[in-house]
């Protein structure tokens, strides 16, 4: 079972550029978040969504849009990157979103934006 | 505001045992959980509290105390793999996990 995969593993994008962070799990997994992490920093949440059809916003959701289409996807997209966005992103998904709701995480996107 | 406060270093010797402290402040608890991240890698579960008390699974253990918004992570017979960060996590009212910045824990042969 592949799990969670991110898409791509790195990227450098020139600031003003616009890009799709792809995420895809095959758990069957109700819920998905995107978060990034920052050195120094905890984990932050960008957006989440609790199943097919709903997204909802994270505690640093500016810049950053999601849809979910279906179960399975979650992409993040950044309409116009600014070098702020420069960080590492982790896709999760958990079963249902519950209190002992375990997430797993992707492998992760490093980004740079210049 | 919502807090969660973890060492941002420690450093511990093969074969011993340590122990990482973690204390939060948040809006609402739904539990607390732990998750280990080698350098360059995705976050892994370790363990979840959600009442006071030791829940102990193999070489790791987690405690937790909601009276006193403390939780601590411990880990026995240090292995050279158990080099990397530990990251404690709160679940909050909105079910929204707050996360520490993480300990980066230095394994010594």
């Known amino acids: 079972t592949a799990g969670i995969t991110q898409a791509p593993t790195s990227q450098i994008l020139a600031a003003g550029r616009s890009m799709t962070l792809r995420c895809t799990q095959d758990?069957?997994?109700?819920?998905m978040y995107w978060y990034r992490q920052d050195l120094g920093l905890g984990l932050r949440l960008i957006h989440y969504s609790n199943t097919a059809g709903t997204t909802g916003k994270g505690e640093v959701p500016d810049g950053y849009s999601v849809s979910r289409a279906n179960t399975d996807d979650f992409p993040l997209t950044l309409a116009s990157a600014v070098p702020s966005q420069t960080s590492v992103y982790f896709c999760?998904?958990?079963?249902?979103?519950?209190?002992?709701?375990?997430?797993?995480f992707g492998p992760g996107t490093r980004l740079t934006v210049l | 505001g919502q807090n969660i406060d973890q060492p941002t270093e420690m450093t511990a010797t093969e074969g011993a045992i340590v122990q990482i402290n973690c204390t939060y402040q948040t809006s609402g608890f739904n539990g607390l959980f732990w998750y280990q991240q080698h350098a360059g890698e995705a976050p892994t579960f370790l363990s979840y509290?959600?009442l006071d008390g030791l829940e102990e699974k193999g070489r790791f253990s987690s405690f937790l105390s909601r009276s006193k918004g403390y939780s601590y992570l411990l880990l026995k017979e240090l292995q050279m793999k158990d080099s990397a960060s530990y990251l404690c996590a709160v679940r909050d009212s909105n079910y929204q996990l707050i996360w520490g910045a993480g300990t980066k824990l230095i394994i010594k042969p």
């Open positions: 999760a998904s958990s079963a249902s979103g519950g209190a002992s709701d375990t997430q797993y």
């Open positions: 509290n959600v």
């Open positions: 758990m069957r997994h109700n819920a």
